[in-house]
């Protein structure tokens, strides 16, 4: 995995990451590994929060008096089903923010904050603000000792600010002084912030395709029945009704929500809102931080464009829009890139109909390509390389930067060739190679849930199984093609595809050769 | 070129199974461990906290004719008051060690707001002599209002030290 020019703590950061996500995916595969959804899971347990949220808003008492009883009461339903949907709603926020906080932290190691990713970026910081603030209000909503404690220290840490003509801890010096409009305050922040919350998911993914706001369905499965567990097993119990005159001298703590006020109390309210400050000063700066140039966007050939979306369709983040064709026939569309939004990934050419090299122009010419690297010198590089090798059994793999080395394969009777995303691979490339004298050709990429580009592996995958345009041809014989997905690291893996697809393709075990049929 | 098929094996379900385990736990865990302990045992609150506007700088004067010559004419009021109130100044001695010395400038931009202090003691738990003084006015130098009273503090007991002037003055609660 590539990153540029990473500090070195974050390569090493990146590296255990890596070894963790490689880890898990030995026990639950990498399309259902948690580590490669983070931001889906936090989704889902949005998901969880809301509706569990929804009842159990139906049956709070939103007065000071009644708040603690109803919560109690709910506890004493028949089956314990409203403690069991309270504990749920606790446990559900507490795996939101880990998620949320591991999402953030991965895409920061993998370099995932600048150039097109910068606007997703930009709006997640805030979103970590409006989770942590509607989950503390939560903690209030209860009134408990816990929530007395809570209260209290985020009114202590807010006075800190030099914008209340009368410190807000004020509002708790005394029974009487916690008024039923205070608690419609608390109310409010907890149910204000999640819609801010909803609000700022939609700008976070605006600029998605098929964004995953829900993860696989065997993982969303196997974490919705870990958090029930969860909350049959360790069920969430009140402290203790909230008592003004009483200090809560010790409390059953949730770490993941409510670290914030030890941490001031350990320190100052001052030294936190520093903190506070400067971690998201740094989040919103980080985008902005010298970077890497951005490499070549993808350029549009109107001459070869004939307006059939699939770049638009197959583009994971909607940098492609169709416009009416310069050529003026009625109906008739011109792909168009806007580079702002462009990742520069190649899924485009990989799913553009003329990027194929069976077309008989010298320079091969697509209706959308690359700058960097053009198909036409793909076309040129492959041809050349299998003509330097020897034998029968040549094979060819093709890769993509981001994936397991495909050079590190190279050597006798094997070529590689490697895209900027898995996702470039026109099919047609695949029988080409074949038929200009490959034995067999291996296609490799990131894992799944671990592409660079988010899309590029699966299309590619799509595509080969015919399932998706373009296809690679029916006549195409499979048993001269291998799939194999394998991040950075992974070569081991591609060895063993390679091992593979060569028992497959030997000489004594082919039908005769394809040949080269440009047209 | 097959898919790879996607059955897990018995053994990758029991990891599945263990990793779903390790997660839950994790979370139940510390949602609640290790506790948090505010206050000691045998400790107690005081907290100081109040409001209070303090009085004007300066007193209202009555103008001149010159004065009230210079002013446009819908704005020729007789009495001229300063809008600036003094700070507060308040102490807190607990067992005769002074606890408090903090002085509340007031409010708002031209100084006219009230002043406010709120500030956490923690004290032993037992009997204790809580002496308060304030002072809300610009000249002389002794306090406005003083209270010097002995409480006996439960432990995590909250000592609430306010200020109501409808109440003559300092409170204890």
């Given at each position: 995995?590539?990153?540029?020019?990473?500090?070195?703590?974050?390569?090493?950061?990146l590296?255990?990451?890596?070894?963790?996500?490689?880890?898990?995916?030995a026990?639950?595969g990498?399309?259902l590994n948690?580590?490669?959804?983070?931001?889906?899971?936090?989704?889902?347990?949005?998901w969880?929060?809301a509706?569990?949220?929804?009842v159990?808003?139906?049956?709070?008492?939103?007065?000071?008096?009644?708040?603690?009883?109803s919560?109690?009461?709910l506890?004493?339903?028949?089956?314990?089903?409203?403690?069991?949907?309270?504990?749920?709603?606790?446990?559900?926020?507490?795996?939101?923010?880990?998620?949320?906080?591991?999402h953030?932290?991965?895409?920061?190691?993998?370099?995932?904050?600048?150039g097109?990713?910068r606007?997703?970026?930009?709006?997640?910081?805030?979103?970590?603000?409006?989770?942590f603030?509607?989950a503390i209000g939560?903690f209030?909503?209860?009134?408990?000792?816990l929530?007395?404690?809570?209260?209290?220290?985020?009114?202590?840490?807010?006075?800190?600010?030099?914008?209340?003509?009368?410190p807000?801890?004020?509002?708790?010096l005394?029974?009487?002084?916690?008024?039923?409009?205070?608690?419609s305050?608390?109310?409010?922040i907890?149910?204000?912030?999640?819609?801010l919350?909803?609000?700022?998911?939609w700008?976070?993914?605006q600029r998605?395709?098929?964004?995953?706001?829900f993860?696989p369905?065997?993982?969303?499965?196997g974490?919705?029945?870990?958090?029930?567990?969860?909350?049959?097993a360790?069920?969430?119990?009140?402290?203790g009704?909230?008592?003004?005159?009483?200090?809560?001298?010790?409390?059953a703590?949730?770490?993941?929500?409510?670290?914030?006020?030890?941490l001031?109390?350990?320190?100052s309210?001052?030294?936190?809102?520093l903190?506070?400050g400067?971690?998201?000063?740094l989040?919103?700066?980080?985008?902005?931080?010298?970077?890497p140039?951005?490499?070549a966007?993808?350029?549009?050939?109107?001459?070869?464009?004939?307006?059939?979306?699939?770049?638009?369709?197959?583009?994971?983040?909607a940098?492609?829009?169709?416009?009416p064709h310069?050529?003026?026939?009625?109906?008739r569309?011109?792909?168009?890139?806007?580079?702002?939004?462009?990742?520069?990934?190649?899924?485009?050419?990989g799913?553009?109909?003329?990027a194929?090299?069976?077309?008989?122009?010298?320079e091969?010419?697509?209706?959308?390509?690359?700058?960097?690297r053009?198909?036409?010198?793909l076309?040129?590089?492959?041809?050349s390389?299998?003509?330097?090798?020897?034998?029968?059994?040549?094979?060819?793999?093709i890769?993509c930067?981001?994936g397991?080395?495909?050079?590190?394969?190279e050597?006798?009777?094997?070529?590689?060739?490697?895209?900027i995303?898995?996702?470039?691979?026109?099919?047609?490339f695949?029988e080409?190679?074949?038929r200009?004298?490959?034995?067999?050709?291996?296609?490799?990429?990131c894992?799944?849930?671990?592409?660079?580009?988010?899309?590029?592996?699966?299309?590619?995958?799509?595509?080969?199984?015919g399932?998706?345009?373009?296809?690679l041809?029916?006549?195409?014989?499979?048993?001269?093609?291998?799939?194999?997905?394998?991040?950075?690291?992974?070569?081991?893996?591609?060895?063993?595809?390679?091992?593979?697809?060569?028992?497959?393709?030997?000489?004594v075990?082919?039908p005769?050769?394809?040949?080269?049929r440009?047209? | 070129?097959?898919?790879?098929?996607?059955?897990p094996?018995?053994?990758?379900?029991v990891?599945?199974?263990?990793?779903?385990?390790?997660f839950?736990?994790?979370?139940?865990?510390?949602?609640?461990w290790?506790?948090?302990?505010?206050?000691?045992?045998?400790?107690?609150?005081?907290?100081?906290?109040f409001?209070h506007?303090?009085?004007?700088?300066?007193?209202?004067?009555q103008l001149s004719?010159d004065?009230?010559?210079?002013?446009?004419?819908?704005?020729?009021?007789?009495?001229?008051?300063?809008?600036?109130?003094?700070?507060?100044?308040?102490e807190?001695?607990?067992?005769g060690?002074p606890?408090?010395?903090?002085?509340?400038?007031p409010?708002?931009?031209?100084?006219d707001g009230?002043s406010?202090v709120?500030?956490?003691?923690?004290?032993?738990a037992g009997?204790?002599?809580i002496a308060?003084?304030?002072?809300?006015s610009?000249?002389?130098?002794?306090f406005?209002?003083?209270?010097?009273?002995t409480?006996?503090?439960?432990?995590?007991?909250?000592?609430?030290?306010?200020f109501?002037?409808?109440?003559?003055?300092?409170?204890?609660?």
């Amino acid at each position: 995995m590539a990153t540029g020019s990473a500090p070195p703590a974050r390569e090493t950061a990146l590296a255990l990451w890596q070894r963790g996500e490689r880890a898990l995916d030995a026990v639950s595969g990498s399309a259902l590994n948690p580590m490669r959804h983070l931001g889906a899971l936090g989704f889902q347990c949005f998901w969880l929060l809301a509706v569990s949220g929804v009842v159990l808003y139906g049956v709070l008492d939103t007065s000071v008096a009644g708040a603690y009883r109803s919560i109690a009461e709910l506890s004493r339903q028949p089956w314990y089903l409203g403690g069991w949907l309270r504990s749920l709603h606790r446990y559900a926020a507490d795996a939101f923010v880990v998620f949320m906080l591991a999402h953030l932290l991965r895409e920061w190691l993998f370099g995932r904050y600048r150039g097109f990713r910068r606007f997703s970026w930009l709006t997640g910081v805030p979103l970590l603000l409006f989770a942590f603030v509607s989950a503390i209000g939560g903690f209030w909503l209860n009134w408990d000792r816990l929530g007395q404690f809570s209260a209290i220290a985020t009114a202590e840490w807010l006075d800190a600010l030099p914008f209340f003509a009368s410190p807000l801890t004020r509002n708790f010096l005394a029974v009487a002084s916690v008024g039923d409009r205070l608690f419609s305050l608390f109310v409010f922040i907890h149910i204000g912030m999640p819609l801010l919350l909803v609000f700022g998911l939609w700008f976070h993914i605006q600029r998605l395709s098929r964004a995953a706001v829900f993860p696989p369905r065997a993982l969303a499965v196997g974490v919705t029945l870990a958090l029930l567990t969860l909350a049959l097993a360790l069920p969430v119990a009140n402290q203790g009704a909230a008592d003004l005159a009483i200090a809560p001298a010790t409390v059953a703590l949730d770490w993941w929500l409510l670290f914030v006020h030890p941490l001031m109390y350990a320190s100052s309210a001052g030294a936190l809102w520093l903190l506070v400050g400067a971690t998201l000063s740094l989040l919103f700066a980080l985008p902005w931080l010298p970077q890497p140039a951005a490499p070549a966007v993808a350029r549009v050939d109107p001459a070869n464009c004939n307006g059939c979306r699939r770049c638009f369709d197959d583009c994971p983040y909607a940098a492609i829009t169709m416009v009416p064709h310069p050529n003026g026939r009625i109906a008739r569309q011109l792909a168009q890139v806007n580079a702002d939004l462009c990742a520069s990934c190649g899924i485009c050419v990989g799913s553009c109909p003329s990027a194929t090299p069976f077309r008989s122009a010298a320079e091969l010419a697509t209706g959308i390509d690359m700058p960097q690297r053009p198909l036409n010198t793909l076309r040129l590089a492959m041809e050349s390389q299998l003509a330097a090798l020897q034998g029968d059994d040549r094979i060819v793999v093709i890769g993509c930067d981001r994936g397991a080395r495909v050079t590190a394969l190279e050597g006798a009777g094997v070529t590689s060739l490697s895209l900027i995303c898995a996702g470039m691979l026109p099919p047609s490339f695949v029988e080409y190679a074949l038929r200009a004298g490959a034995a067999g050709v291996l296609v490799t990429g990131c894992r799944e849930g671990g592409c660079e580009f988010r899309l590029g592996a699966l299309w590619t995958q799509q595509r080969l199984f015919g399932e998706r345009e373009p296809r690679l041809r029916a006549s195409v014989p499979r048993e001269r093609i291998e799939v194999t997905w394998a991040d950075a690291g992974d070569e081991p893996t591609l060895v063993e595809a390679l091992n593979a697809l060569r028992r497959r393709v030997a000489p004594v075990a082919r039908p005769a050769q394809m040949g080269v049929r440009h047209g | 070129m097959d898919r790879i098929p996607s059955r897990p094996t018995p053994l990758a379900w029991v990891g599945q199974f263990l990793l779903y385990g390790v997660f839950a736990l994790v979370i139940g865990v510390f949602s609640r461990w290790p506790q948090y302990r505010h206050l000691e045992d045998n400790q107690a609150l005081i907290k100081l906290s109040f409001t209070h506007a303090g009085k004007r700088v300066a007193e209202c004067r009555q103008l001149s004719a010159d004065e009230l010559a210079k002013l446009p004419p819908n704005m020729r009021s007789t009495m001229k008051c300063e809008r600036e109130r003094a700070p507060v100044r308040v102490e807190v001695d607990i067992d005769g060690a002074p606890a408090v010395r903090h002085v509340a400038e007031p409010s708002g931009l031209s100084k006219d707001g009230a002043s406010a202090v709120y500030q956490r003691l923690t004290v032993a738990a037992g009997e204790h002599r809580i002496a308060v003084r304030l002072k809300d006015s610009a000249g002389g130098s002794g306090f406005d209002y003083q209270r010097e009273q002995t409480v006996k503090l439960a432990p995590a007991q909250i000592l609430v030290i306010d200020f109501d002037a409808e109440k003559g003055g300092i409170t204890l609660q």
